[in-house]
């Protein structure tokens, strides 16, 4: 069989705005994952140009990238992507010491109420847990942009109503631009706006009137 | 610490059996250069030492006999710093504990004592008296292989004249490094020696009063050695001049030069060689050991790491790894060098040895090793960060997997899925498996180059005291003897057949080459001795002309065919031209040949022998033994079988410490690299198996798949490492061959046998260990992660 280029994107137009919640929802395939990892200084796009206030992020070299991610996003993993090496606490200080001015892993571990866990290994954890060491290190640099792939997918529903509910609570108090991915619609509902995806484009964007708790949620 | 230097420690610890095996690696690289240069530095330092402390002579000559006046004419060559005349006399010695005919280099001892020139240095008692005929020092490792204490007597035929000696002494000089019977390639402590007496004693005895028939010079700085040894050649023809020669041609030192260039050879060869396939090793498994920490590098990227910040985290990681080795390599290195030098110390008699570890060598074989690990780190790590984050935390894409040409071979039905899954994984991933095989071959090859030296030391042996020097016993006579002695040596005791020959010294030269040796002139169709030619058969001695060691006409330039001049350095020293007439081939030393009567016609002189070969009844050699040391004439007797003790001895305890070393070494890098490669290929890809287990394969099954992908590698790279360790054989031997020895290529089955065992061994072990820890695959924690 030949190769045949498909795009994982097809002309996305999109703002967001400091402190905001946002949902983006779609199905699987449908291109939203490569969105969340051009937004946040992972991936580039072919063409087009993504702008981070001032700052064009399509024209970034490796350097420049990593530097944008360093001070400015935290990002969240459907599989946590925790190093299985280090502690939960160390996993959040791998972040804090590289960041400018970052809270210590203990309040960071403390928001996600894992204050008494932080000296056990991934492997020592229940999904639920290392999700929030996952939170936790994406929190603890006081990121301006929070990004998150899933959070939920890897967990059942009373851990995923958890984790969201920090998630929450992170961009409530924190005003952290907070951007999460799912194919559950049930999550939409406690946004600020939902944006729809399909097939690499945006079908539609939605802004919700109230936003509804995390705590609830049940799908 | 930071918590990424805390995330090193932990996975140095998680993988601290991989960590330790390239570890093991290093170290036998390094250890092994290192032990090899300490010990070449400590010989080199030492020889030069001794040399200069006891004041080793620079120009040697031996003549017939002249006034002690001459004395001030060779002072007064322009050059000469120093000048020593003395009395040399070879004698027969009778030591009543012992059979056999010993033979002895009389010495006079210097006037100047120790600060004379090639001065003694004295292990025990004192130098003997100048006047007092009796009293002898011998060399320390005579007077250990016969247990000679102080005061203890024995006898010597000085000049015809039985007498008995004292010892006061044993003594080692400079110039006697290696005592050797002239004839002999290798020394023999107990039927020979060097002995010193007192110079006014031995001038009696040899009728040398006031005169002498050796000297020995030293050069001032900057002296022309050729000019110098020209003005002495002149000044002495008439009084039967030997032909000088300087200390290149020195026979001790000539020995201790070679096995130390030879040494010196391999020092820069074996090194070189296992450092070149440690690093290489290294480079694979440290690059394969981190390509396997993409995610993780993925991670830290997608958290703000930059590039050279991974970089320098995994190349801290590789150097405690390779530091590891690298300090107990010096440590290991040190120490064999220590014994090693010991052995030489020991061997050659140095009155002491000087050994220091050179900052500078430890330096090198640190930095060979951590360059070639930060290589593979650098290329492992720069793969994977030059992901983009987003693409490398995800499990790398599936791998495009086709039809092997075997499967296309139409083999396909006969094999199963698992089979299948071996060979489409070994064909898909074709390089890093091109990388695992070299690297297995390499393994296996070192492992000939350490055997193959007691291989072709067994066949040397063969060939030299089983096809070419047949002889029970070799007599040589004091002076050039008429054909008649013939008759009486075949009625002595016990003799079955006589070969005689005549051994004259020379010096060959063509165009610029020239060449100090000896022709032989050997009876026709003799069975005793026997030239051999490039193929070992038995050379048809031709009728006229010159035979010679085909590595001499090498060095000389010669083919068959050509003219060579031919200088006698004998008699009344004729110079003339003979022809090459064919090529024999000699492992030890280089000579040339020639038909007995043919050089007896050469040298202008009747029916002359200097020396005969014995068949010998062995049931009889004692009492033969006893008629020999009745005979004056006969100045030294050797005896093959000891000879090949002898040779035996000398390989034993030089050349085949460090093999055996190099085998244990290569050993464990066959080992380090292929538990590694076991290792590492259970990482890559436990996932895929232990989702077989989860589809309901056995254990077995699944160690199948694993250990057969190994398995497939090891048989192929068996073949391929023993070809790749013959050509390094090859090379180890084109580059030591020398006028002594050359090195042929030898290598027995068992070898072979020993070699693939040990890499099959090694495979069947890491197997063991890798099955282990594939029986224990967390199947529900794989199921659980991300694929």
């Given at each position: ?7 994982a994107?097809r002309?996305?137009?999109l703002?967001l ?7 983006l929802l ?5 291109g939203k994952?490569?969105?969340?990892n ?5 991936d580039?796009p072919t063409s087009?140009?993504v702008?981070?206030?001032?700052h ?5 070299d490796d ?9 400015h996003v935290?990002?969240v993993?459907?599989?946590y992507?925790l ?15 590289i960041?400018?001015?970052?809270m210590?892993?203990e ?5 996600v109420?894992?204050g008494q866990r932080?000296?056990?290994?991934p ?6 847990e290392?999700q929030r ?6 929190v603890?640099k ?8 899933e959070?939920?997918?890897a967990l059942?529903?009373?851990?995923g ?6 998630i929450a609570?992170?961009n409530?108090?924190?005003k ?5 991915i ?12 939902v944006?729809y995806?399909?097939?690499?484009l ?10 509804k ?5 049940r799908w | 610490?930071?918590a990424?230097d ?8 998680q993988?601290?059996s991989q ?5 093991l690696?290093?170290?036998?690289g390094?250890g092994?250069y290192?032990m090899?240069?300490?010990t070449l530095g400590a010989l ?6 001794y ?16 006034p002690?006046?001459?004395r ?9 710093d120093q000048?020593?005349?003395?009395v040399?006399?070879?004698v027969?010695?009778?030591m009543?504990?012992?059979?056999e005919?010993?033979?002895?280099l009389?010495v ?11 001065a003694l ?6 130098l003997p008296a ?21 005061g203890d ?6 000049n015809?004249r039985r ?8 003594a ?7 005592q050797m019977r002239?004839g002999?390639?290798?020394p023999?402590?107990?039927r020979?020696?060097?002995?010193w007496m007192g110079r006014?004693a031995?001038?009696q ?30 000044l ?5 001049g030997?032909g000088?020669?300087a ?6 030192h ?8 030879q ?6 060869l074996f ?7 440690a690093?290489?090793?290294?480079n ?6 981190v ?11 997608a958290f ?5 910040a991974?970089?320098w ?8 790894i390779a530091?590891l080795?690298?300090?107990s390599?010096?440590a290991?290195g040190?120490?064999?060098?220590q ?5 030489y110390?020991?061997?050659y008699?140095f009155?002491?040895?000087k050994?220091?570890l050179q ?5 090198e074989a ?8 930060g ?5 492992a790590v ?5 992901l983009?984050p987003?693409q ?9 997997y ?5 499967e296309?071979?139409g083999l396909k ?8 899954m071996i ?8 390089l ?5 095989l ?5 393994a296996?090859?070192i492992?000939l180059?350490?055997?193959f030296q007691r ?6 042996v063969n ?10 016993l ?9 054909y008649?002695v013939?008759?009486?040596?075949l009625g002595l ?11 004259v010294p ?7 080459r020239?060449y100090?040796?000896g022709?032989r ?7 005793i001795q026997?030239l ?6 038995p050379?048809?001695?031709?009728a006229d002309?010159l035979?010679l ?7 000389l330039?010669?083919r068959?065919g050509?003219r060579v001049v031919v200088e ?5 020293r004729p ?16 000579s040339?040949?020639?038909?007995l009567a ?5 040298m202008?002189?009747g ?15 004692q009492?033969l033994?006893?008629?020999l040391?009745?005979m ?9 079988v ?5 040779f ?6 030089t ?8 085998t244990v ?7 380090g ?5 076991a290792?590492?290929?259970l ?7 232990a ?9 077995a099954?699944?160690?199948?798949i694993?250990?057969?992908e ?10 391929l490492?023993l070809w790749?360790?013959?050509?390094m054989?090859y ?6 061959q020398n006028?002594?020895?050359?090195v042929?290529v030898?290598?027995?089955p068992?070898t072979y ?7 099959l ?10 099955r ?9 924690a794989?199921?659980?992660?991300a694929?």
């Open positions: 069989m030949g190769e045949v280029q498909v795009p994107l002309g996305v137009d703002d705005y400091a402190g905001e919640f946002v949902v779609g199905p699987s395939g449908s994952s490569t969105l969340l051009i937004l946040g200084g992972l580039t087009g140009s702008r981070y206030a001032d064009d992020l399509s024209l970034d350097a420049s990238m990593t530097q944008y991610r360093r001070s935290g990002f993993f459907q599989f992507n190093i299985p090496s280090l502690t939960a606490r160390e996993n959040v200080a791998l972040v804090t010491e960041a400018a001015s970052p210590t892993p309040e960071a571990l403390a928001l109420g894992l932080m000296d056990h290994f492997t020592q954890m229940s999904g639920g290392q060491v996952a939170i936790a290190r994406a603890a006081r990121p301006q942009v929070l990004l998150c792939d959070p939920t997918g059942d529903v009373q851990t109503v958890m984790v969201l509910d920090v609570r992170v409530r108090e924190l952290t631009t907070t951007v999460v799912t194919h559950n619609a049930v999550i939409a509902a406690m946004a600020d706006r944006v995806f399909g097939d690499g945006v079908a539609r964007i939605e802004t919700n009137a109230e936003k708790p995390a705590a609830g949620l | 610490m930071s990424l805390r995330k090193l420690w932990r996975d140095l610890w993988m601290k960590a330790l095996a390239i570890a690696v290093v170290m036998c390094v092994t290192i090899f240069l300490t080199r330092v030492t020889q030069d030492s040399y200069r402390d006891y004041r080793f002579a620079e120009v040697f000559v031996s003549l017939k006999r002249a002690q006046p001459l001030q004419r060779l002072q007064d060559i322009a050059g000469v000048v020593e005349t003395r040399l006399a070879q027969r010695v009778d009543p504990a012992f059979a005919p010993v033979t002895a009389m006079s001892v210097s006037d100047s004592g120790r600060h004379g020139l090639n240095h004295l292990s025990a008692g004192r100048p006047e007092r005929p009796g009293e002898v020092a011998v060399g320390k490792a005579f007077a250990q292989a016969h247990a000679l204490q102080l007597r024995f006898y010597a035929i000085l015809g007498q008995a000696l004292t010892l006061v002494g044993t080692l000089s400079p110039e006697f490094i290696q002239p002999s390639v290798f023999d402590y107990k020979y020696s060097v002995m006014r031995l001038g005895a040899y009728d040398m009063h006031g005169a002498f028939n050796d000297v020995a010079l030293s050069l001032r700085p900057g002296a022309d050695s050729q000019y110098v040894i020209d003005s002495v050649d002149e002495l023809r008439p009084y039967g030997l000088a020669y200390r290149k041609d020195q026979l001790s000539r020995f201790l030069s070679q096995e130390l260039e040494l010196g050879t391999l020092a820069s090194p070189a060689m296992f450092m070149g396939i690093a290489f090793l290294l694979v498994v440290i690059g394969r050991l390509a396997m920490q993409r995610e993780q590098i993925a991670t830290l990227k703000g790491y930059g590039n050279l991974v970089l985290h995994y190349l801290k990681m590789v150097s405690l530091g080795g690298i300090v390599g010096t290991l040190v120490w064999l060098g014994a090693l030098s010991g052995i110390m020991e061997f008699h009155p002491y040895l050994f220091s900052p500078v060598t430890v330096m640190a930095l060979a090793s951590l360059l070639a690990a290589a593979g780190t650098v290329f720069w793969r994977a960060a030059s983009r987003a490398g935390m995800r499990p790398e894409p599936p791998t495009r086709r039809e092997t040409w075997v296309k071979l039905r006969w094999l199963s899925q698992p089979t299948r060979i489409r994984h070994i064909q898909r991933r074709a890093k498996s091109m990388l695992t070299l690297g297995i071959a390499m296996c090859g492992i180059t350490g055997l291989d072709t030391v067994s066949y040397m060939i030299q005291f089983g096809m070419a020097q047949r002889e029970d070799s007599l040589t006579f004091t002076e050039p003897t008429s008649r013939r008759f009486d040596l005791p016990g003799v079955q057949h006589v070969e005689v020959f005549r051994a020379v010096r060959l030269r063509h165009g610029h020239s100090r040796t022709i002139g050997v009876e026709p169709g003799g069975d026997r051999l030619d490039a193929d070992l058969r050379v048809a001695l031709p002309g035979l060691t085909d590595f001499l006409a090498k060095m330039d010669l068959v050509d006698v350095l004998e008699g009344n110079v003339r031209e003979a022809t090459v007439a064919g090529l024999v081939r000699e492992y030890l030393g280089v040339g040949y020639m038909d043919a050089l007896n016609r050469f202008q002189e029916p002359t022998l200097s020396g005969a070969y014995l068949s010998v009844d062995s049931a009889q050699l009492s033994y006893a008629r040391k009745g004056p004439r006969v100045a030294g007797v050797a005896e093959r000891q000879e090949i003790r002898n035996n001895r000398v390989m034993q305890e050349m085949l410490f460090f093999t055996y070393v190099a070494f290569a050993v464990i890098i066959a080992f690299v292929i538990y590694n490669s290792r590492i290929a990482t890559e890809r436990g996932r895929e198996l989702s077989l287990r989860v589809l309901g394969f056995t254990r099954e699944i160690a199948y694993l250990l057969g190994l398995g497939i590698l090891t048989l192929i790279a068996i073949p490492g790749l360790g013959e050509w054989c090379y180890i031997a084109h580059t030591m006028d002594l020895f050359r042929p030898v290598l027995v068992q046998a020993f070699a693939a065992a040990v890499v061994v090694s495979a069947i072990l890491s197997g063991l260990a890798v282990r820890r594939l029986d224990q695959l967390d199947l529900i794989v199921l659980k992660t694929e």
